[in-house]
T-cell receptor, first 114, second 110 residues
């Protein structure tokens, strides 16, 4: 079984709808992250969490919110989806190894907002 | 704000050729990771380098970290179609908010 899972894998929604993307991990890592990926722009950080009570905004948090329900679960919500939120979304965990922090990504959620 | 640049942006080569891609930072790296991402999947970690001048090898891939810890290269020997993907470099920013480069998209043709 995958260490980092994301649901759903694909989602089409309409402008103005509220949606939630979910992430679960079995790696036992405290740190979790949400990114979006757009062609030519690489990965941009939306939110990150170091534990259940520690949540931080990333580079592009406007229009998004998160909830860390447990060490293993970190969900991302779009309160009122808009078309420019169409993107590939990734959840990741991180752990300190080999002198630096390393990230482990889920398979991604492809979100389309019409 | 740290900026990572990667070059080239796109690279298309024939199977068996050698290639090098580059990653440059506007500031000193905390530690540098290289990831490979295949279409429809999440990035997968290839290597972490920490010490200036460090060289690491992973089968046909050789990773070099610059002495000043502001640049890195990834060299692939005898590329294979399975090497096709998006190669991303990243700084762990001391475990805070990771910063990623835009990536080099490699296509290896059989």
């Amino acid at each position: 079984d995958a260490d980092v899972t994301q649901t759903p894998r694909n989602r089409i929604t309409k402008t103005g709808k509220r949606i939630m993307l979910e992430c679960s991990q079995t790696k036992g890592h405290d740190r979790m992250y949400w990114y979006r990926q757009d062609p030519g722009l690489g990965l941009r950080l939306i939110y990150y969490s170091f534990d259940v009570k520690d949540i931080n905004k990333g580079e592009i948090s406007d229009g998004y919110s998160v909830s860390r329900q447990a060490q293993a679960k970190f969900s991302l919500s779009l309160e009122s989806a808009i078309p420019n939120q169409t993107a590939l979304y990734f959840c990741a965990t991180s752990d300190f190894r080999a002198g630096g922090y390393e990230q482990y990504f889920g398979p991604g959620t492809r979100l389309t907002v019409t | 704000t740290q900026l990572l640049e990667q070059s080239p942006q796109f690279l298309s080569i024939q199977e068996g050729e050698n290639l090098t891609v580059y990653c440059n930072s506007s500031s000193v790296f905390s530690s540098l990771q290289w990831y490979r991402q295949e279409p429809g999947e999440g990035p997968v970690l290839l290597v972490t380098v920490v010490t200036g001048g460090e060289v690491k090898k992973l089968k046909r891939l050789t990773f070099q970290f610059g002495d000043a810890r502001k640049d890195s290269s990834l060299h692939i020997t005898a590329a294979q179609p399975g090497d096709t993907g998006l190669y991303l470099c990243a700084d762990d920013n001391y475990g805070q908010n990771f910063v990623f480069g835009p990536g080099t998209r490699l296509s290896v043709l059989p």
